[in-house]
Nanobody, 113 residues
Framework: QVQLVESGGGLVQPGGSLRLSCAAS????????MAWYRQAPGKQRELVAL???????VYADSVKDRFTISRDNAKNTVYLQMNNLKPEDTAVYYC???????WGQGTQVTVSS
């Protein structure tokens, strides 16, 4: 099994920045993909950014040029740097890893003045 622990969420004003971290432990040897998803109230969970071991990265159109996903394999950690945050970025952000598939517990990000 893989365990994922997220940190870094909080309340920020529009235009501000936050950095989320997700540390993986357990059966991490075969992890290829690490990603961030988010779920706003009343909406489905959606992909924010994805990082594959080979280096390929995918971003949702809504966060391109504002968010950056990065990965530190030595620390088994994936990061999400979020800049120029908007109220519509408010959601619970979840870390995901596979294989095997695992989800973090989620961290709340609230963008409000």
């Amino acid at each position: 099994q893989v365990q994922l622990v997220e940190s870094g969420g909080g309340l920020v004003q529009p235009g501000g920045s936050l950095r989320l971290s997700c540390a993986a432990s357990g059966s991490i040897l075969y992890i290829e993909t690490m990603a961030w998803y988010r779920q706003a109230p009343g909406k489905q969970r959606e992909l924010v950014a994805l990082h594959r071991s080979g280096g390929s990265i995918v971003y949702a159109d809504s966060v391109k040029d504002r968010f950056t996903i990065s990965r530190d394999n030595a620390k088994n950690t994936v990061y999400l740097q979020m800049n120029n945050l908007k109220p519509e970025d408010t959601a619970v952000y979840y870390c995901f890893a596979a294989p095997p598939s695992a989800w973090g517990q989620g961290t709340q990000v609230t963008v409000s003045s």
